[in-house]
């Protein structure tokens, strides 16, 4: 069984930062993708920012620019740098991963969510 340790979230001004990381631990052949997703209250949960096992990495248009997605394969750690946050960047933050569990299977998994409040 594979398991996703966010840490990371909490309370900050406007215009203030937070990071985020995401620790996979397990059972496991292989990370794909991994990624930040997040839902604020009464909204559906929406991507944030994803990163392949290469590196290359894709952002949603409301955090380009303000947010880094990086990661440490040797680690299996997923990390979210956030500047300049914003109000409307309120919201629980889920780590995603997909993991290949045997050489053959890939399985996707979340982490279990980290609240992020930004204060005007």
């Known amino acids: 069984q594979v398991q996703l340790l966010e840490s990371g979230g909490g309370l900050v001004q406007a215009g203030g930062s937070l990071r985020l990381s995401c620790a996979a631990s397990g059972k496991l052949f292989r990370i794909n993708a991994m990624g930040w997703y997040r839902q604020a209250a009464g909204k559906q949960r929406e991507l944030v920012a994803t990163i392949t096992g290469g590196g290359d990495t894709n952002y949603s248009d409301s955090v380009k620019g303000r947010f880094t997605i990086s990661r440490d394969n040797a680690k299996n750690t997923v990390t979210l740098q956030m500047n300049s946050l914003k109000p409307e960047d309120t919201a629980v933050y889920y780590c995603?991963?997909?993991?290949?569990?045997?050489?053959?299977?890939?399985?996707?998994?979340w982490g279990q969510g980290t609240q992020v409040t930004v204060s005007s």
């Open positions: 995603n991963a997909g993991v290949m569990v045997t050489i053959f299977r890939q399985s996707d998994y």
